[in-house]
């Protein structure tokens, strides 16, 4: 057997190995830095961001693969690092004054942090199913760190766990899948794949099958579509605010980049198959996301079956099965990623010194207390629900657009009619903030953070 | 580009937009200023809209004083504004009633004004905006964006369960809307699978084709939108909470401008893209319409709260425009349009009139009144007038307009006229019983005797009215004529297409096979 070493050529992913080059500077200065000063290490993080950022534009365009096939270089690839980085640099800047009021001021946090970043990137330019599965990985394993990070409470234990044994047992059936696509078609090289899809054909080779639907499995866990959802809301609730954001934007992104990729570029030979599951799955956890939405009491619970309800949305453009689909998954995830930070930013900023602004309550009058936040929570909300003039419209509005450009006019019906249920959630809050008296006492003092969460 | 050189709509659109900024940056303390800064604005919108009717030219069908700029030019959305003789009225109707609907607001809204004004001019350009844009996508937007304004100020301003009242009126319209946004892409799509270009020009989907079930499929998608927004039975139950828990000025918006989007819609949109299905379906619409007539009617008679029985009695007005819109002849469309005009005058009016006693006295039950005439007569004189407009008595705005409609509905089928001018009848029935409690009769309560007449201002808001309200009883063809051009233009369009598809059945023409998947 030929031994062949592969050419490295760490140009190709040299915005992931910035990220990784800044954690482990981060884990060096966390040494250095004295308890209650961590907050130097979120401006090193920044800077991080900032070079994996710059380096990213300056890659923009180019096309090519790297270690013998394994790492692509495109423009899928570095858009989606972006969406990382942007949801990074996002959540190092709501972390420093969370983390002190919390008192969980550790420098490892922010070395997670981009850890989980190095492996979403992986996971988005990965061509091999071995690559996507290690950044998988590299991505789960410091979220479920993170996701517990609030080390005193009962409840971020809870969902450090639970998060842990789901997320352990969907790994487990990505990597199953990943075999026996070995085992189905010789390699796990997304682009040999296709390759050999095309030669030998689909019919009569039932392990496959059986491939796709476990891959499905696992990447149905990842971006929490239904029945996979039923760690989120739990995880969601427990884990540190900011991370809870991090998660709902980044990790989200990352396991559709992986989805996207794997699905659409190397099996579009079964995808008659496969696209009606898609738009089964989208219809069931659009529906589901957005009705238990409306029973929840808790913000973080609200916006996460809002963010199953999402995964749904984007579950319909991916069934699609187009490059128009593919192009209304990205604009999706980036009008996502800052209205949902968004909104999350805002329920950091109303943190007190231990304590956090939670119940939907605690939002009353939030309209005349700090008028300028709560304009910015509504600019959120209606994107959310997808109403015009606001990101949340145009991204839903080139999502339906593909799936009616596909053929799949119902299933564009289902997914307008469930951003009216949506609407009715996000009015809740609008209504919570603007129209009902404050039952609290938390008096805000107006100040110019504010600003920063409207970028 | 348009006779004026000069972007008057955009300014006309953007103007409001501009006043609800300058009213958030001045100083929230001095209510005056605010009061003033958000007239202001709107009065100059009022005038800046003038010019479109000194230089309207009668004579075109063709959109006027269009703007067109490439937005985003990859999928063919542009930013396209113009105007025919059928939104010229309702353009200016908007910035009419907007600027009185301000002015009324004066007194009664005691409680974050700053806000409250913003809120009033945003929702005037978003309704403008919706009355000018002939871009689909353009006008999808102005539609949806105008419901978190409304929303708001039902939400935050209105009475006692306003909460619910927003709530349901936004989710009513949202589920209309994203339907229509549905029909919307499907027929951007079968444009481009048609004729190779991807675009949302009205005009240019106009020239389409569609086969008979794709006209339907469409047609149902956007006249859901439109019917629930006009409000046609049996998507009506949204609008007397909202009407009924909106402020003064909230509920004359409602009832001057954003029910007149519903119809505006059925006549900018459903006719002319999907005539065949217009046309096959006009005995289904007349037949709710008219049962909008009556049923309208009839609950307005047993109301005891006088908002309410205006409220339910725009149903039965908005049957009657529903009704002369589907009879396909120049009197029923001319009508119709003319009814909205009319209906946006008087039973705003009606709002404003209640709102003005409601606030003198804190209460809207009929049977706490009676005998106003004595206490207040100008009072009394003014929703006099206004009813009997409103009831459509020869002389005033509302005969001509029902008239017009009845002689169309006639001539299309005389049972369609029959049935409604029942409603006719009703509406004198349930507006002559509604003054007779309360203008007329004994002055029996001893509260009702202390009441003040109407102040220097409210008169100056229902002035400017009740002129138009004479103005077009007496002399309708100044309002008539600009609309005439279009009306024959969009009856032809109308007619033509018609009878195009009746030859040739409902095969599909010039759509490929591929694409006929996306209407079945």
Do not use: C
Not at chain 1, 3 to 18: E, K, N, Q, R, Y
Not at chain 1, 81 to 86: A, D, K, P, T
Not at chain 1, 428 to 452: C, D, K, N, Q, W
Not at chain 2, 312 to 337: E, R, W
Request: hydrophobic content about 60%.
């Amino acid at each position: 057997m030929d031994f062949v070493v592969p050419t490295v050529d760490l140009g190709s992913i040299a915005p992931a190995l910035l990220v990784l080059a800044t954690a482990l500077l981060v884990l060096v200065g966390e040494l250095f830095t004295a308890p209650g000063r961590k907050g130097a290490l979120a401006v090193l993080a920044l800077l991080g961001v900032a070079g994996a950022t710059a380096k990213s534009f300056l890659l923009w365009g180019q096309s090519e693969t790297a270690f013998g096939g394994m790492v692509a270089l495109d423009n899928y690839g570095l858009f989606f690092g972006l969406i990382f980085l942007i949801a990074l640099g996002m959540t190092v800047l709501l972390s420093v004054r969370y983390l002190d009021q919390m008192d969980m001021d550790h420098g490892e946090y922010y070395v997670l942090l981009l850890l989980a970043t190095f492996g979403m990137m992986l996971m988005a330019s990965g061509t091999d199913l071995i690559v996507i599965f290690l950044g998988l990985e590299i991505l789960s394993l410091s979220l479920y760190v993170l996701a517990g990070f609030a080390r005193t409470d009962l409840r971020a234990q809870e969902a450090a766990l639970k998060y842990f044994l789901l997320g352990a047992f969907s790994s487990g059936f990505l990597l199953y899948g990943a075999a026996l696509t070995y085992a189905a078609t010789g390699t796990t090289n997304l682009a040999r794949i296709v390759g050999f899809l095309a030669q030998a054909g689909v019919a009569g080779n039932p392990l496959l099958w059986i491939a796709v639907g476990l891959l499905m499995v696992g990447f149905g866990f990842k971006v929490a579509t239904v029945p996979f959802q039923m760690w989120v809301p739990d995880v969601y609730q427990g884990a540190p605010t900011p991370v809870t954001a991090f998660m709902s934007v980044g990790a989200k992104a990352a396991g559709f980049a992986g989805f996207l990729r794997v699905f659409l570029y190397a099996f579009p030979a079964l995808s008659v198959d496969w696209t009606w599951l898609l738009a089964a799955l989208a219809v069931l956890t659009m529906t589901l996301g957005n009705v238990v939405a409306i029973a929840q009491g808790d913000i973080k619970r609200m916006l996460a079956y809002s963010s199953i309800a999402h995964a749904g949305y984007l579950l319909v453009a991916m069934a699609s099965n187009s490059q128009a689909g593919v192009s209304a998954v990205l604009f999706y995830l980036v009008a996502y990623a800052f209205t949902n930070l968004g909104a999350f930013a805002v329920v950091v900023y109303l943190a007190r010194q231990g304590q956090e602004a939670l119940e939907l309550s605690d939002y009353a009058g939030l309209g005349s207390r700090a008028p300028l936040v709560a304009l910015a929570m509504t600019t959120f909300m209606v994107s959310l629900a997808g109403v015009p003039p606001t990101a949340g419209f145009v991204a839903k509005f080139y999502l339906f657009g593909a799936a009616v450009e596909a053929g799949l006019v119902w299933l564009a019906v289902i997914g307008v009619l469930n951003s009216v249920i949506s609407a009715y959630y996000y009015l809740r809050l609008i209504v919570i903030m603007y129209m009902r008296e404050p039952s609290a006492l938390l008096a805000l003092a107006e100040s110019t953070v504010g600003a920063i969460f409207k970028i | 580009m348009n006779q004026l050189g000069f972007p008057l709509l955009s300014a006309i659109v953007y103007l409001p937009l501009a006043g609800a900024a300058a009213v958030l940056a001045v100083d929230g303390r001095n209510p005056a200023l605010v009061k003033a800064t958000a007239f202001l604005f709107s009065s100059l919108t009022l005038l800046a809209s003038l010019p479109l009717y000194l230089f309207f030219q009668a004579d075109t069908a063709a959109m006027q004083f269009v703007e067109k700029v490439p937005w985003v030019e990859s999928l063919g959305i542009n930013y396209q504004m113009g105007i025919d003789g059928i939104s010229l009225w309702l353009v200016l109707l908007t910035t009419f009633l907007s600027a009185i609907a301000i002015l009324s607001s004066w007194s009664a809204i005691t409680t974050r004004a700053k806000e409250y004004y913003a809120v009033m001019l945003v929702l005037e350009t978003g309704m403008i905006g919706v009355f000018v844009a002939t871009d689909l996508f353009l006008f999808y937007v102005f539609w949806e964006a105008m419901l978190i304004p409304m929303y708001l100020l039902i939400g935050i301003w209105g009475g006692p369960s306003r909460i619910y009242a927003a709530v349901k009126f936004f989710l009513y319209t949202m589920a209309g809307g994203v339907l229509m946004l549905v029909g919307i892409l499907a027929l951007y799509f079968i444009n481009h699978a048609v004729t190779g270009v991807y675009t949302f020009d009205l005009l240019e989907l106009r020239k389409l084709n569609l086969d008979f079930w794709a006209q339907l499929w469409l047609f149902l998608a956007f006249s859901v939108a439109f019917a629930i927004k006009v409000p046609m039975f049996p998507f009506h139950t949204w609008l007397p909470d909202a009407h009924v828990e909106a402020p003064t000025a909230g509920s004359v918006l409602l009832a001057g401008v954003l029910l007149k989007m519903g119809t505006y819609g059925f006549v900018r949109f459903s006719l002319p893209l999907f005539p065949a299905a217009a046309r096959e379906l006009s005995s289904i619409i007349a037949a709710l319409a008219i049962i909008g007539i009556v049923y309208g009617a009839l609950v307005s008679l047993v109301q005891e709260d006088v908002k309410k029985l205006v409220a339910y009695s725009s149903v039965s007005h908005l049957g009657f425009v529903m009704l002369g819109l589907f009879a396909f002849n120049s009197q029923g469309v001319q009508g119709g349009i003319l009814q909205m005009i009319n209906h946006g005058l008087s039973t705003g009016a009606l709002f404003l009139i209640v709102g003005m006693l409601y606030e003198r006295r804190h209460t809207r039950m009929i049977a706490d009144f009676g005998g106003l005439w004595k206490a207040i007569p100008l009072f009394s004189m003014a929703l006099l007038v206004v009813s009997l407009a409103s009831i459509g008595l020869p002389g005033l705005n509302g005969f001509v307009g029902e008239f017009l409609i009845l002689v169309g509905a006639f001539r299309h089928d005389w049972l369609w006229a029959a049935f409604g001018a029942t409603g006719v009848i009703l509406s004198a029935v349930y507006m002559l019983w509604m003054l007779q409690r309360m203008v007329f009769g004994e002055l029996k309560s001893q509260q009702n005797q202390g009441l003040r007449d109407l102040s220097a201002r409210e008169v100056l808001v229902l002035a400017p009215i009740i002129v138009l309200i004479f103005l077009i009883g007496v002399y309708p063809w100044p309002f008539l004529k600009p609309m005439e051009a279009s009306t024959q233009a969009l009856l032809a369009e109308v007619k033509s297409k018609g009878q195009v598809l009746v030859l040739d059945g409902i095969q599909a023409e010039g759509i490929p096979m591929a694409r006929q998947d996306l209407y079945r």
